[in-house]
């Protein structure tokens, strides 16, 4: 499968059956949108509740694409900030009595400056060096919230038991519904802001230190400081959908976050597509659906079915759904051209 | 002559009541269950670092395929529908709203373990869903005030250590007890039990109190210090990583108090074999299952019952774990409650069912113990039994102790 030179002749505008790429992209997300709005209203709750959480994960992993997609920097410690935004936001509405909506913004803050201040030595670490040193991030934080030095707000081992929000104005939702329609108005936005922020000045030095960290800083760019600040802005997103992950399932507690929720969150990251944005949806939903898949065929071998599936998703899609689908368009966008 | 004409109407109804009854006594069903059919739902973790629990739901599964080889309950065929959890509490909060919304269960069956049935105790209560028999042994799992809908069925920590008193005002009135326990409720629940059932002379008895974390390394500085206290009663109340501790700490120290080993922690092959055989020798505990691997019951008929279903419905178990022991055990727990169901399997009636339940007996309970419940106690099993322990095994001894609240 090799990739063709460009071809010098082509057109200006991608085009597959004669229509614009673009305009299939707003097609796409136009489409996406409407299957969104319509969920809540012709699906059973339990389902509403699960593409809640696969949104949620979507939101995670779009934190760690941030950091590994567009600046090229490892963790396996994501865990600790979905972790910390988990409690921030269930310690407020339990222990302070504040809205669940204001936790977001304080979630996204604390998380923010955790991960800036967790970013700045691991600064001196590259590539597997700084995933074991986030690793030890995730091994720690499932402790450290049941220590008893904070055991009086976090509640120890047994977690805590927050309620769960009712859908406000009066609107005719019940509480799944408009926890799913929060959930995704939040969501739009942080992808719209994300999406912004990788086109922009800002997301283009990301990608260059990415690309080669020396020509980045030639060229001017503060490596150091776009580093850091790009671990805080990784650990607010994921912070901010360890918050809504609280309200979702009203409960947290350290076994909640350990280890193998960072891995899940790595492993759509992968599936996804590392580098885009789009994917990390997919990511989202292979993360959430993809185990139940694999216990409905093998309950004593789930893992083994899990595991099988995960090998087919890297050979068939070795980039990702992400780049799965920039293939088949290509390869279109090249029959169109062939053929035209 | 007026009170015989009240008495004979009333006895006419009351015969109209006898004979009508059957025939009147319409099926009820909440969803989950049909003329054919009883669905329950679980979630085990199958997989993740808890994964040896597992056992218990898959004893559990082959306990209902011997139920409907047998013809089912009342007729009707029971569908377990039993999920991974991976011990994880947001995986049981999604996979216990599946059974409830879209499998659409009768109740939930012994979910297992305490962080995770925290995560769905609201929930369960709120959908006025059964959290019937959970396996975990936490206190407040019994509580028909503010949580109709969930109840235990293991003893539970607070009964376990009013049984260790019990013992103690018995054996040693005189006793100086020293206590280690974890610093979490789980621990705090086993002091609050001892310190119950000691009353009056808790102050007197209780010499030092020694709490530890799960991230304490080792619990040695604490087994010294209890020993300079004085104490010649050891209350362990740990985990069984740092129980095997305790034990190995105490005996390197040249200690030998009355050492009273918590249930959580008595098994041989991953407590007492670490701590080393001979520093074990002579600790007590506490049992309420039969021990599988303890020769005495080689000719039980009870025993024997147990082995016919595990060569029968589950030739891969593991006959010599304590884990299919129990999930036999609270298999044939529910059975009985849904025996008594009879006809009417409303959720509201299942759980008034598994809240009358008197004097059960089953076969792999130790004798003497059985299974009690009332509208206010959810509390199925709150008897016990003492062991010591030969340095090769658990050996009974003492009469079958009742952990009761007010015994």
New interface residues.
């Given amino acids: 499968m090799l990739l063709r030179p460009t071809d010098t002749r082509e057109p200006l505008v991608a085009t597959i059956a004669g229509i614009p790429m673009t305009t299939w992209r707003l097609t796409a997300l136009g489409i996406g949108l409407v299957v969104l709005a319509v969920i809540p209203f012709v699906m059973k709750n339990f389902y509403i509740f699960q593409i809640t959480l696969a949104i949620i994960y979507a939101i995670a992993i779009l934190g760690l694409n941030l950091l590994t997609g567009f600046n090229g920097q490892f963790s396996l410690g994501h865990s600790a900030f979905y972790a910390v935004g988990a409690y921030t936001a269930a310690i407020m509405m339990d222990r302070c009595d504040i809205g669940y909506v204001w936790t977001l913004p304080a979630a996204a803050i604390v998380c923010f400056v955790f991960g800036f201040l967790f970013g700045l030595p691991a600064l001196r670490l590259e590539g597997v060096y700084l995933a074991l040193a986030t690793f030890a991030l995730a091994i720690a934080i499932p402790q450290m919230l049941k220590s008893s030095l904070v055991e009086h707000w976090t509640g120890g081992v047994q977690g805590i038991t927050i309620i769960k929000p009712d859908a406000p104005f009066g609107l005719p939702l019940n509480s799944d519904q408009w926890l799913y329609a929060f959930t995704v108005i939040v969501a739009v936005a942080m992808y719209v802001c994300a999406g912004n922020l990788v086109r922009s000045r800002t997301g283009r030095a990301l990608i260059a230190i990415r690309d080669h960290p020396i020509a980045a800083s030639a060229m001017g760019i503060d490596v150091a400081l776009y580093k850091s600040l790009t671990f805080g802005v990784s650990a607010l997103y994921t912070g901010v959908a360890g918050a809504l992950g609280a309200i979702a399932i009203s409960f947290v507690a350290p076994d909640s976050f350990t280890f193998t929720l960072a891995v899940a969150l790595f492993v759509g990251l992968v599936v996804g597509g590392v580098g885009s944005i789009p994917g990390t949806l997919v990511g989202g939903f292979f993360v959430l659906f993809v185990p139940n898949i694999a216990e409905s065929v093998s309950k004593g071998l789930a893992g083994a079915v899990y595991g099988v599936i995960l090998l087919l998703v890297i050979y068939l899609m070795p980039t990702g759904a992400a780049g799965l689908v920039r293939l088949i368009s290509s390869r279109l966008v090249q029959q169109g051209r062939t053929g035209g | 002559m007026q009170m015989n004409k009240r008495m004979l109407l009333a006895s006419i109804a009351g015969l109209a009541v006898a004979v009508a009854g059957p025939a009147l006594a319409q099926k009820k069903y909440s969803p989950g269950a049909s003329d054919t059919e009883i669905k329950l739902g679980n979630t085990n973790p199958?997989?993740?670092?808890a994964s040896a629990y597992g056992l218990i739901g898959k004893t559990i599964d082959a306990y209902f395929k011997k139920v409907n080889a047998e013809g089912g309950i009342n007729g009707r065929k029971i569908t377990f529908i039993?999920?991974?959890d991976?011990?994880?509490?947001?995986k049981t909060?999604?996979q216990v709203?599946?059974l409830?919304?879209?499998d659409e269960v009768l109740f939930v069956f012994q979910p297992l373990g305490?962080?995770s049935n925290?995560?769905i105790?609201?929930?369960m209560n709120s959908k006025k869903v059964p959290q019937l028999f959970v396996a975990t042994g936490a206190t407040k799992w019994g509580d028909p005030k503010n949580f109709p809908w969930t109840m235990g069925w293991q003893p539970n920590y607070q009964s376990e250590g009013r049984i260790y008193a019990q013992y103690l005002i018995k054996n040693h009135p005189n006793a100086k007890i020293g206590i280690l326990y974890q610093?979490?409720?789980?621990g705090k629940d086993y002091v609050k039990g001892m310190k119950d059932g000691l009353g009056e002379k808790a102050k007197t008895m209780i010499v030092s109190e020694q709490p530890y974390?799960?991230?304490d390394p080792t619990v040695d500085s604490q087994i010294i210090n209890l020993k300079a206290s004085g104490a010649d009663v050891l209350f362990n109340v740990t985990t069984p990583k740092f129980a095997a501790q305790a034990i190995k700490k105490a005996h390197e120290i040249g200690w030998q108090p009355i050492h009273l080993l918590n249930n959580v922690s008595n098994s041989v092959g991953s407590v007492l074999k670490p701590a080393g055989l001979d520093a074990a020798k002579g600790v007590l505990s506490t049992a309420y299952l039969k021990d599988p691997t303890d020769s005495t019951w080689d000719n039980d008929p009870g025993k024997k019952e147990w082995l016919a279903f595990m060569d029968k419905y589950y030739p891969d178990g593991d006959k010599t774990s304590s884990f299919t022991v129990y999930g036999f055990t609270v298999a044939q727990t529910l059975h009985q409650v849904l025996k008594q169901s009879g006809d009417d399997l409303t959720r509201a009636n299942v759980m008034k069912q598994a809240a009358s339940l008197k004097d059960v007996k089953l076969p792999m309970l130790l004798p003497g113990i059985t299974i009690n419940t009332s509208a206010s106690d959810f509390y199925p099993i709150e008897q016990m039994q003492m062991q010591k322990f030969t340095g090769e095994r658990w050996e009974l001894f003492g009469p079958v102790l009742s952990g009761g609240e007010g015994s």
């Fill in positions: 199958y997989s993740g670092p039993s999920y991974d991976a011990y994880s509490p947001p909060v999604e709203r599946k409830v919304e879209s305490t962080p925290s995560a105790h609201k929930y610093n979490d409720d789980y974390e799960t991230s």
